[in-house]
């Protein structure tokens, strides 16, 4: 590998990269309609958790469960009603069912209304250790289904944890919370509380078998609304961005095989940890940057 030219290619894919262009039609949409800490992280890991499939469904159902938690996902994970609950009972996307997502719920709910967030969670020496103490920690009730389990990844059984490095690369890189723009449509709540109660009628109880259609709904509900300069959020300051790793999936893996940044054919936390200590070398302080360069590069070969 010529870490001078590697280096010199990858730069000049981000620095060709429009952050926007790549934001609408990627699931970081959803928590870039955001603007708190605890609105951002929420959706964003539902954003994450739904990322494997076609982009279109990704994002659809994302917005859709957004949109059942009336556009307020921290308000809505601790102030719920049992009532609110039901409309999630019908929930699928792929393998993740309604059992699941009632279940993340709740483990949200207790973790936020004990003063806890999803980022207390994440702690240990070493990124494999802060993912999967994340699993222990999201498992630890004893009302867990077994069924759950596979939805959150642990690289204590090698795992790669591709969306939750993705996640962790949402929350830890970026420019500073302040320095982010102010996002929120003064009209999103309203038009949202409207469609909520169109949606109930006078007194009635929730239309389970409603099928929700972003078509329904005001793009500006749905959106992003305005120019971003940037791409992750860089809210979580618990972790360096030189510790994070990079999501591995086909399309990062297929570019790192090409600029030989990775020999490892199996898609596991061993070739994560190979990718990312390779990328370490070509940015020591900022190395998962170029998790977007070699996806961009990859998608690019398959156009």
Not at 123 to 150: C, E, L, W, Y
Not at 167 to 175: D, K, P, S, T
């Amino acid at each position: 590998m010529n870490i001078t030219k590697v280096k010199s290619q990858l730069d000049t894919i981000l620095q060709n990269l429009n952050p926007q262009d790549f934001i609408d039609n990627d699931p970081i949409s959803i928590p870039h309609r955001f603007t708190t800490k605890e609105d951002i992280e929420i959706s964003a890991f539902f954003a994450a958790i739904l990322a494997w499939g076609q982009r279109k469904t990704i994002i659809n159902n994302a917005n859709k469960l957004m949109y059942w938690m009336g556009e307020e996902p921290h308000r809505f994970i601790v102030e719920h009603s049992d009532t609110e609950l039901k409309q999630f009972e019908k929930f699928v996307h792929r393998t993740f069912n309604s059992t699941d997502v009632l279940y993340f719920i709740e483990v949200l709910k207790h973790w936020y209304t004990a003063g806890k967030s999803l980022e207390d969670h994440f702690v240990g020496d070493t990124m494999k250790d802060k993912i999967s103490s994340f699993h222990q920690s999201f498992f630890a009730f004893d009302f867990a289904p077994d069924r759950t389990r596979k939805h959150i990844a642990n690289p204590a059984k090698n795992s790669s944890a591709k969306r939750l490095n993705m996640y962790l690369r949402w929350m830890v890189r970026g420019n500073s919370h302040s320095d982010r723009q102010v996002i929120r449509h003064p009209e999103r709540s309203k038009r949202v509380n409207e469609l909520r109660a169109e949606e109930q009628g006078a007194g009635a109880e929730l239309d389970q078998s409603r099928h929700f259609d972003s078509a329904q709904c005001d793009p500006d509900l749905l959106s992003t609304p305005r120019t971003i300069n940037t791409l992750d959020f860089g809210i979580w300051h618990s972790i360096k961005p030189s510790e994070l790793k990079c999501p591995l999936d086909v399309h990062v893996q297929r570019a790192a095989f090409h600029f030989g940044l990775l020999t490892r054919k199996q898609q596991d936390w061993k070739a994560v940890e190979e990718l990312s200590n390779n990328l370490l070398v070509l940015d020591p302080v900022d190395p998962i940057k170029y998790d977007l360069a070699l996806f961009k590069w990859s998608e690019g070969k398959m156009d």
